[in-house]
């Protein structure tokens, strides 16, 4: 058994090792793109398990993955990642200028859903959209890069100040505040994709999910949508390479509990699943041909709510990262080769030296083998919670899964054995749970995310004052003037800026990083051409099927 296990843990690292080499390579495990073989001329269809119903799946207001691997298929940005690298998308050629600063997009032939051209304007909407503060919009801020555009958010400039500018129909400018080597990868995530004045005054709120309405510029278009239960895209007959796109059908399912999910699977009714049950993967990583284990630029961690006792307490906080033994969780309960964590940046990322930010960064005094035990109770006592006497039943809160209740279980009992504590568990479902974290209404909360883009500051910036995904709801001005400077400079002055600004996070512990994913998905070999891009998402316009 010992021998096995060895063996297999050996060949998750192999994997980890040779795709994180490069932080711009793609996660993507492919298989050759050759014709289908259908029968009778039937639809070709494809049943993917979403494993929950998305709060949302308009490209401007989601932040969710989910969401994303819906967007990612039924819209189209200026850029694309293919392979692992990106191409030209909605823009035909980009021009940059010397300096770095100004990108010129030059529009290709394209057509929306409802056979309108797609223009220049779409995009200039889209962006402005995103960054007006009364969208809400999550990621607003990365549109900061881009000339007077933090200035707009804050009420400092006009909206015509910011370089966000469509010269005419064919025609897309963009200029930034400052040389961003990384610029055309932000750009391929959902919040820069293209939408439709028209469309979305029409049902603000609602047009994205909204098969009636919805127009899209991507390989599919929304056909169905049945809260909880499946959305249905159809493949695009206006999309500029419709020619390429080989699947007539996509069915999204909406199944939750894992082990469902698996058994439909092996069952054949469904072709790809990414949500495998713990306790099952351990066999399927030895017995199954169609199991892969895929890396993942992301973070597992548990988020604290600074602003209620007693967790507004940084020292409680500390007491209670430095109690988990994150080894105990990769290797007991997750088993798909995640790596225990200790800063909050996972390996992979680099700095500008080409140096891994994880492994220089250090290791914050975290022992990920067992915990930092006689610390924590030293921390919990100066507290006032000495052996955790009078210390409060909270509660941890997570989105319904079988794999994130296993974690909690694992935390719960970790900190009643080591601090003497006890806390409740409780669960909700994903979109309740999404805005119960975003309203600050928890103790403690599971987090999770996936870089936006391959550098350290992706995850880094979460945290700032005025993020829309700051769910601890923490606030400290100097790590905002670092993440604010690390924008406009580069080089060694930005990796300072950056290695700072973790230092901060990691000392205040708002949050604590438990692991660092791998992805572990099961494909049918007869799913050609599958990839999933450096962010995680599931990209389908190059599929085929071969029964």
Not at 436 to 453: E, M, P, V
């Amino acid at each position: 058994m010992f021998k096995r296990k060895f063996v297999l843990t050996l060949t998750v690292l192999l994997i980890l090792t040779t795709v994180l080499s490069g932080c711009g390579s793609s996660k993507t495990t492919q298989q050759p793109q050759e014709k289908n073989e259908t029968s009778n001329n039937e639809p070709v269809v494809l049943n993917f398990n979403l494993a929950a119903d998305p709060r949302t799946i308009d490209p401007g207001l989601n932040d969710a993955i989910d969401g994303s691997h819906v967007i990612n298929n039924t819209f189209e940005g200026l850029m694309r990642e293919i392979d692992g690298k990106l191409e030209n998308a909605m823009a035909e050629k980009v021009d940059i200028s010397d300096d770095g600063t100004v990108y010129t997009f030059h529009i290709r032939d394209a057509k929306w859903s409802d056979g309108k051209p797609v223009r220049a304007q779409d995009f200039e909407y889209a962006w402005k959209r995103v960054l007006d503060p009364s969208t809400a919009a999550p990621y607003s801020y990365h549109m900061f890069y881009i000339k007077n555009a933090k200035a707009y958010y804050e009420g400092k400039a006009k909206i015509e100040d910011v370089g966000i500018k469509a010269i005419d129909d064919k025609t897309f400018k963009v200029t930034l505040e400052t040389p961003t080597s990384y610029f055309l990868s932000l750009i391929t995530r959902p919040a820069f994709m293209p939408v439709r004045k028209d469309i979305v005054e029409k049902a603000p709120e609602t047009w994205a999910k909204d098969p009636n309405l919805a127009v899209s510029n991507g390989p599919f278009i929304l056909a169905d949508y049945k809260t909880a239960d499946k959305l249905v895209l159809k493949k695009n007959p206006n999309y500029w390479a419709a020619d390429t796109v080989k699947i007539d059908q996509i069915n999204y399912l909406m199944i939750i509990e894992a082990s469902t999910a698996l058994t439909a699977y092996e069952s054949g009714e469904i072709d790809i699943i990414g949500n495998i049950p713990s306790q099952e993967i351990p066999r399927l990583m030895g017995e199954d041909s169609t199991f892969h284990v895929l890396p993942m630029l992301g973070t597992y961690y548990l988020i604290f709510n600074v602003n209620r006792p007693p967790t507004d307490d940084v020292k409680v906080r500390r007491a209670l990262a430095l109690a988990i033994d994150r080894k105990a969780i990769t290797e007991n309960v997750k088993r798909s080769g995640e790596i225990p964590a200790t800063g909050f940046n996972p390996a992979g990322l680099k700095d500008s030296q080409g140096r891994d930010f994880n492994k220089t960064a250090g290791d914050y005094g975290i022992n990920v083998d067992g915990g930092n035990i006689e610390e924590a109770k030293k921390l919990l006592a100066k507290a006032g919670y000495p052996d955790g006497k009078g210390f409060p039943e909270i509660t941890l809160l997570y989105n319904t899964s079988e794999s994130h209740k296993a974690i909690a279980e694992a935390i719960q009992e970790m900190w009643k054995k080591n601090l003497g504590i006890n806390i409740r568990l409780a669960n909700q479902e994903w979109a309740v749970f999404q805005d119960t974290r975003k309203q600050g209404n928890f103790d403690i909360a599971r987090g999770g995310y996936i870089s936006d883009y391959p550098d350290p500051v992706g995850l880094l910036e979460l945290f700032t004052t005025n993020s829309a995904n700051n769910a601890p709801h923490w606030s400290n001005k100097e790590y905002d003037e670092l993440i604010a400077k690390s924008r406009l400079v580069k080089g060694t002055e930005r990796d300072e800026l950056l290695y700072k600004a973790q230092d901060i996070l990691m000392k205040e512990m708002p949050v604590t990083p438990i692991f660092y994913y791998t992805d572990p998905v099961m494909v049918k070999d007869y799913v050609k051409g599958w990839q999933k891009n450096s962010m995680s998402y599931w990209y389908f316009g190059r599929v085929s099927i071969e029964k």
